[in-house]
T-cell receptor, first 109, second 115 residues
Framework: QKEVEQNSGPLSVPEGAIASLNCTYS??????FFWYRQYSGKSPELIMF????GDKEDGRFTAQLNKASQYVSLLIRDSQPSDSATYLC?????????FGTGTRLTVIP | DTGVSQNPRHKITKRGQNVTFRCDPI?????LYWYRQTLGQGPEFLTY????????KSRLLSDRFSAERPKGSFSTLEIQRTEQGDSAMYLC?????????????FGPGTRLTVL
């Protein structure tokens, strides 16, 4: 059984700050990594995926992957109140995704 | 392309009743997944279809649960003799085998409440 670990939070940051969300995974064979955002009562919404070591940037979001350390992170620059949500880290299995329990982020105006 | 759709969005039922949920994936996606999510947890994998073939089932999928995708398009998930522990959000996702990363896109979910 693959394990994906996230700090459940809550993580609070002031508006305009950088939010840093972290995730570790147990299976060294994992190939692809995903970040989903989930608002309360809603379904997960894809933010980014990454499968190569290093950084991947998309607008205010940067995903970072370090396969040697089995670590993936998501940075949110210029955080906005609308970014307040739970962020789910997911790792590919053979035919499915394994999810962490999510980190709740609150951006304080 | 209107994304993944699920019906109904909410279902309240009494213990012991049968319920059926439907998922319509993104039209060009040949892979379809069902997950279950309870409060404070991440989604947990239930089952996976490639076209009409059900290729993987989680051990979470007890014999009261059955899923079908008869023509490789929409899918149904049926729960027989519902129990209070079945109360959860049931999520459907789809992806395309042709897209290298197999990125899964989720539908809005069906929230089941078993009384």
């Amino acid at each position: 059984q693959k394990e994906v670990e996230q700090n459940s939070g809550p993580l609070s940051v002031p508006e305009g700050a950088i939010a840093s969300l972290n995730c570790t995974y147990s299976d060294r064979g994992s190939q692809s990594f995903f970040w989903y955002r989930q608002y309360s009562g809603k379904s997960p919404e894809l933010i980014m995926f990454i499968y190569s070591n290093g950084d991947k940037e998309d607008g205010r979001f940067t995903a970072q992957l370090n396969k040697a350390s089995q670590y993936v992170s998501l940075l949110i620059r210029d955080s906005q109140p609308s970014d307040s949500a739970t962020y789910l880290c997911a790792v590919t299995g053979a035919n499915n995704l394994f999810f962490g329990t999510g980190t709740r982020l609150t951006v304080i105006p | 392309d209107t994304g993944v759709s699920q019906n109904p969005r909410h279902k309240i039922t009494k213990r012991g009743q049968n319920v059926t949920f439907r998922c319509d994936p993104i039209s060009e996606h040949n892979r379809l997944y069902w997950y279950r999510q309870t409060l404070g947890q991440g989604p947990e994998f239930l089952t996976y279809f490639q076209n009409e073939a059900q290729l993987e089932k989680s051990r979470l999928l007890s014999d009261r649960f059955s899923a079908e995708r008869p023509k490789g398009s929409f899918s149904t998930l049926e729960i027989q003799r519902t129990e209070q522990g079945d109360s959860a959000m049931y999520l459907c996702a789809s992806s395309s085998a042709l897209a290298g990363t197999d990125t899964q896109y989720f539908g809005p979910g069906t929230r089941l409440t078993v009384l």
